[in-house]
């Protein structure tokens, strides 16, 4: 109950109220607390020109502002209330809350679910308390949020000045780092809509800042600092929706925990770690990860101030040959191409250029671009500027990467000087608006922009990337991102209803028998290699007859998952001779096994040539069913090749999974072998996906893992070679 009402309260259009309160009451405020001031004085370096008056039932003053004793004794309603209270204050203060009509709360207070379970406890009435009172409430433990646009800032740290209004929305799941982000954000000229510390996430979600976000006409990209993603399915709708919207969304997200040892049964665990996971989560519903916050920012800062590319062909302008070099290295490793300037294009900027200069792409202007072009134009514009007219026009490029300012420390003294380059930097922001390619800026390097340089570029809602390395990853994330966009609908809602699995009185707990789990297999539509389960050493001989010899014999039984290492494998049996030895080894060697049940041995016909893959599924914790495709055997582990995606999938990304793999080469006919039918391939896994999920693969279902390994492939021939599936005991539906 609590729960659903709750969800009510952190709907887009609650939010929107909450993140611009037009007055704010502080509780607990008082001239010693050292978070009313903060507060007092952001909200000062913001420009927040609506009420704030300070709450507390014994102090007579807090930094000048008005004070009353309580919530219910101010004249008016406030908007917002930010509660400085100490932990065992808070309930009541959101009563008075309730009782006043004030309808949002951020609450600083600590010592709840982070502390262990009596917090938790704690954490859940305060839930309770603000559902029963109509509060919406980010938070606890939580320091506050910044709307640059709306100029509000109930932020409980150092706000440096001046707060710059931008395209970046910014939610923290970690307070303190707000300003580190604040402060790289104002020295890269990058601003925000909005910032906001979320706490303990009590009530208001990172999926519900999301979701507000993507709604919000201020907002162009979305930037996530995310140690959990503690509502799956929510985030993904959520992501979903901002793809929808044209919306990129930015994550850094930290740490990582051991697979599961039910899991580690099968190769499959080892390789979907919980940080891998995500990173396939991520990728799959679009989101670009990052590894740092400058990362993150400057990302967000490409994405949220330049105009979209429609391709990979990138122009680049520089002063400096080194630059161009640097460059043409970061873009190779982004998939970049730089390609040739057309032929009109070199003739009309080697015009401009010494004759020792060459007018190809990338272009280094040399010392010369700072001056005046050598035709004799005259005017503020440099050889550089002139050579960026032209190139704009250039059909063989869909972006310009510009390298051509170099912004000052100060004002130039000399009146002249400083009219000059005010008169390019204006001319720079009309030719990159008025170009029919984007134009993206960037420097050389990742240093601060002077507040005179702050100045120039805010004067027409320009950035200049932080740094050639810096700027051309964060050019590649925008390239997939747009390559990628418009898919996580149909990733999401890709496979149909799951083909039937076999029936029965119930599924086992634990491994099933190779026997069962062919039949679950070969019932979904993957092709298993032929073989039969043999009882006597005359059936092993008459399998391997009907087969063809030489032949595998593998003991089956549900308790022994790694059957070679109990000696209850054999292989290339090229004789009835030795099938029937083979025979008796097996069956021992499994009758050897404690507890062990022996089905019988299983004899299939051997497979050589072509190529082994790895296709699992496991049930991750917090998202449920995840396939893996690699190279299999022995590979998986040794070279940790692998691609993995959330089920359900369709063939179509399974595909695009296979793309991803370093060791593609070798099923694309490498070295003379025969190539894979990778649209067969794709077909296959795909359907093994379907069989997992038709065991249930939710984390109620019965799925703990489904493999096969190897699956081999030799041109359009594709057999499931080893079969292991694990469940737990759970009815059929």
Known sequence: MTEGAARELVTPQRLRAFFAPRSIALVGASDNSGWARFIVTSCATAGFSGPLTAVHPRAASAFGLPVVPSLRELPEPADLAFLLAPLEAVEGVLDDMGAAGIPNAVVLASGYREVGEAGRALENALLDRAVANNVTMLGPNCLGFINAHRRSAPYALALPPPLIAGP???????????????????????????????????????????????????????????????????????????????????????????????????????????????DAVLRQLNVIRVTSLEELLTTGAVLGYSRWPRGRRMGVLTLSGGACDIIADAASAQGVAIPDFSTQTQAAIAALLPPFASPHNPLDVTGFGTLANLSGTKGPLQAVDHALDIAVQDPNLDFVLFSGVVLPEARPPDIQ?????????????????????????????????????????????????????????????????????????????????????????????????????????????????????????????????????????????????????????????????????????????GMAVPAASVDGVLVTPMRTGGAELLAGVTVDAAFGPVLAVGLGGIWVEVLNDTSLRLLPVDAAEVRRMLGELRGLPLLQGARGARPADLDAVAEVIAALGEAALSLGGAHNGALRALEVNPLWVNGDQIEALDVLVITEARDQP
């Open 417 to 589: 000087a400083a009219r000059t380059l005010e008169t390019r930097v204006d001319w720079l922001a009309m030719r990159m608006a008025s170009a029919p390619i984007p134009v993206i800026p960037v420097a050389s390097t990742c240093v601060n922009v002077s507040d005179y340089g702050r100045g120039l570029l805010m004067r027409h809602g320009l950035n200049i990337l932080g740094g050639l390395n810096l700027g051309l990853g964060a050019l590649g994330h925008m390239l997939r991102w747009l390559e990628n966009r418009g898919r996580v609908q149909a990733l999401l809602a890709s496979t149909g209803p799951a083909r039937s699995a076999p029936r029965g009185a119930a599924w086992p707990a634990g491994p099933w028998s190779e026997v069962e789990a062919r039949r679950l297999l070969a019932g979904a539509g993957v092709p298993v290699v032929p073989g039969g389960l043999a009882g006597s050493a005359d059936e092993a001989v008459e399998i391997a007859r009907r087969v063809g010899l030489p032949v595998a014999l593998k003991v089956c039984s549900a308790q022994i998952t790694h059957k070679s290492d109990v000696g209850g494998v054999v292989l290339g049996l090229g004789s009835e001779a030795e099938v029937r030895a083979g025979y008796e080894k097996v069956r021992a060697a």
């Open 168 to 278: 970046v929305g910014v939610a923290l799941q970690s307070g303190a780092l707000a300003s580190v982000v604040l402060a790289f954000a104002k020295a890269h000229a990058i601003g925000l809509s909005l910032l906001t510390s979320m706490g303990n996430e009590t009530m208001m979600k990172t999926a519900d800042v999301l979701d507000y976000l993507v709604e919000d006409e201020a907002t162009r990209v979305i930037c996530l600092f995310l140690e959990e993603i503690g509502d799956p399915a929510r985030f993904a709708r959520a992501a979903e929706k901002a793809d929808r919207a044209g919306k990129p969304i930015v994550a850094l997200k930290v740490g990582s925990s051991p697979a599961g040892q039910q899991a580690a049964l099968a190769h499959t665990g080892s390789v979907a770690g919980d940080d891998a996971v995500v």
